[in-house]
């Protein structure tokens, strides 16, 4: 998870721990994950929204089945050898 190893979080929530006060600390919690969910969200909204693109413009699906069959005869002279 973003390189963190367990004794990097445990000094993070310590700090927060300290300067937000442990009243505070479930509010900004409940935050973080709403605005880690709404990024995932919109995230993935843009991704389906290049792949509608991609699937309309003329030849997209056509190079992409050449490039599975170029593929598959890699893929059969590997077997051959």
Do not use: C, H, W, Y
Not at 47 to 70: C, F, H, R, S, Y
């Amino acid at each position: 998870m973003f390189g963190l190893g367990t004794p990097e979080l445990i000094v993070i929530l310590v700090i927060a721990f300290l300067i937000f006060g442990g009243k505070k600390l479930p509010e900004i919690g409940a935050g973080l994950g709403k605005a880690i969910t709404s990024f995932k969200k919109g995230i993935r909204d843009v991704e389906d929204e290049g792949k509608e693109l991609m699937n309309g413009i003329p030849g997209v699906k056509e190079a992409a089945e050449v490039k599975q069959t170029i593929d598959q005869v890699k893929n059969i002279g590997k077997v051959i050898k």
